[in-house]
């Protein structure tokens, strides 16, 4: 076996990984997706630096599995195939919002009466307000209240933390069409 095909090896073991780390992110009300997200490009950043050291290029971006496997993965089993999805050069493909300061985001929240217990502001420019369970809105009411709060916001996901149980709302501003 060749330093080329062991580097290819671990090179296609970090971008299943990366690929793992997507899916656990992108899992619904999955409380610790921005940790997931960083997992996620740590991993993709890794593989872009391996190929750049050993010299090898990266594969087309495609959705789609290459027909013919390479010569070094044609002895592997398929289990050990990396996944064709994930590829270094997707970290692009992750959405970007406008980007919102935490202070106005505290501020447009108050306004509309929403209260969090905690803020998290995450790389991409999105947000997730968690809230007390023992507020007297429903989930339902809140999420109408953040709707109407500003016109650029969007919701990513709602739900109830797996751990505590609060209520929370990931929601993110996208630039507006006026």
């Known amino acids: 076996m060749s330093n080329t095909d062991t580097l290819q090896e671990l090179i296609d073991q970090w971008v ?4 793992e780390a997507r899916e656990k992110a992108q899992m619904r009300g999955q409380p610790n997706a921005q940790y ?14 391996l190929r750049a050291a050993a010299g090898i290029a990266a594969p087309p971006q495609t959705a789609a599995a290459p027909s013919t ?5 044609a002895a592997a089993p398929p289990a050990a195939a990396p996944p064709a999805a994930v590829q270094p050069d997707s970290v692009a493909a992750l959405p970007e919002y406008v ?52 016109g ?12 505590s149980g609060d209520p929370f709302i990931e929601f993110a501003f996208v630039q507006s069409n006026n």
């Open 16 to 19: 299943k990984r990366a690929s």
């Open 69 to 73: 496997p390479a010569p070094s993965a």
């Open 99 to 150: 980007r919102v300061g935490e202070a106005e985001v505290t501020s447009i929240l108050t306004n509309a009466g929403l209260f969090t217990r905690e803020l998290q502001r995450h790389t991409d420019g999105a947000y997730t307000a968690i809230f007390s369970k023992l507020q007297p809105l429903g989930q339902d009411e809140r999420l109408n209240k953040l709707r109407r709060a500003d």
């Open 36 to 49: 997931y997200n960083g997992v996620m490009n740590t991993y993709l950043q890794v593989v872009k630096d």
């Open 152 to 163: 650029r916001i969007r919701v990513l996901e709602h739900g109830a933390l797996s751990d």
